[in-house]
Every structure is written in structure tokens, then in C-alpha cells.
């Protein structure tokens, strides 16, 4: 009878064991140069721009697994990148060459560590990079031509 409730945690544990494992793809979808628009969150609900914070951020993804945030056009951070996919959701994990050393919008902390963003594409043009926690920052990047 003590074994009873072993049993019953095995198989709730087997149960979860059978879940969809994130797989690491490229996404050609994510690979180019994003100009930052906006950034939206906050426990204020702030909304911030490049003319609001007094710089402008680009990000370039590359088919290498690199990619380069750029502040006001010179190199800020740069390391590889992962785009994962699950059926709930898609990542981008970010390995740094080094941390920043200005503070920008976007957070190096996230979800976890090493820092990710939740990642959604809008079409063509619009790329969506979620911090999914703390103050869940949106930020919204368009592709350039």
C-alpha cells in the first residue's frame, strides 16, 4: 500500500518526461539587419523609441549563428545566437562576447540565463523580441531593405 503513491509519482513524472523537446534551427526568417522602432512595457506601460532614448539600436542576425547589436550605428554587443522552436513558442538565446558596458532597452537578463527573448516574426518586415518576464519589455524591429 506504501508503494501506492511511488507508483502514481513515476508515471506523472514519464508523463512529463514525453513532452516536445525544443529543437535548435536556423530561422532564414530571422536572418538579416532589424532597425529598432519601439519598445512597449514596463510596470508604468512606458513606451520608448529611438528619438525618446536619444539612440538607435540595429540588430543583425547572420546565417553563421552571429549576431551584432549596433547603438547608434558602432558594434555594442556581439556573440552566437540559437533560435529554438517549440510548439508553444519560439527563442532566441543569445551566448555574449562580453556584457555591455552602456545600459540600452533591451534587457540581458530575461528569461533565464544566458539571456533570451521570446521571439515572434509579423509578417515580413516586423520582428517582435519579448523579455517575458520582469517588466516584459516588447520590442519591435523592422526589417531593413
Same mark, same amino acid.
Given at each position: 500500500?506504501? !508503494?501506492?503513491?511511488?507508483? +502514481? ?14 529543437? $535548435? ?7 538579416? $539587419? ?7 512595457? &514596463? ?6 523609441? *529611438? ?11 547572420? $546565417?553563421?549563428?552571429? #549576431?551584432? +547589436?549596433?547603438?547608434?550605428? =558602432? ?7 540559437? #533560435?529554438?522552436?517549440? *510548439?508553444?513558442?519560439?527563442?532566441? =538565446?543569445? !551566448? ?6 552602456? @545600459? $540600452? ?5 530575461? +528569461?533565464? !540565463?544566458?539571456? %533570451? ?8 518586415? =516586423?520582428?517582435?523580441?519579448?523579455? &517575458?518576464?520582469?517588466? @516584459?519589455? %516588447?520590442?519591435?524591429? !523592422?526589417?531593413?531593405?
Amino acid at each position: 500500500m506504501h !508503494r501506492l503513491p511511488y507508483a +502514481i509519482a513515476a508515471l506523472v513524472l514519464m508523463g512529463c518526461a514525453t513532452s516536445q523537446p525544443a529543437v $535548435t534551427v536556423s530561422n532564414p526568417s530571422l536572418e538579416g $539587419t532589424w532597425t529598432w522602432v519601439e519598445s512597449s512595457g &514596463g510596470k508604468m506601460g512606458n513606451r520608448l523609441t *529611438p528619438k525618446s532614448e536619444g539612440y538607435s539600436l540595429s540588430a543583425t542576425f547572420g $546565417t553563421n549563428g552571429r #549576431f551584432v +547589436i549596433r547603438r547608434d550605428g =558602432t558594434g555594442w554587443v556581439t556573440g552566437r545566437f540559437e #533560435f529554438e522552436a517549440t *510548439p508553444t513558442d519560439s527563442t532566441v =538565446t543569445y !551566448r555574449l562576447d562580453q556584457n555591455p558596458s552602456d @545600459r $540600452t532597452v533591451l534587457s540581458w537578463t530575461g +528569461i533565464g !540565463r544566458p539571456p %533570451r527573448h521570446l521571439l515572434s516574426l509579423e509578417g515580413e518586415r =516586423t520582428l517582435v523580441l519579448d523579455e &517575458g518576464c520582469c517588466d @516584459r519589455y %516588447r520590442h519591435v524591429f !523592422r526589417r531593413d531593405q
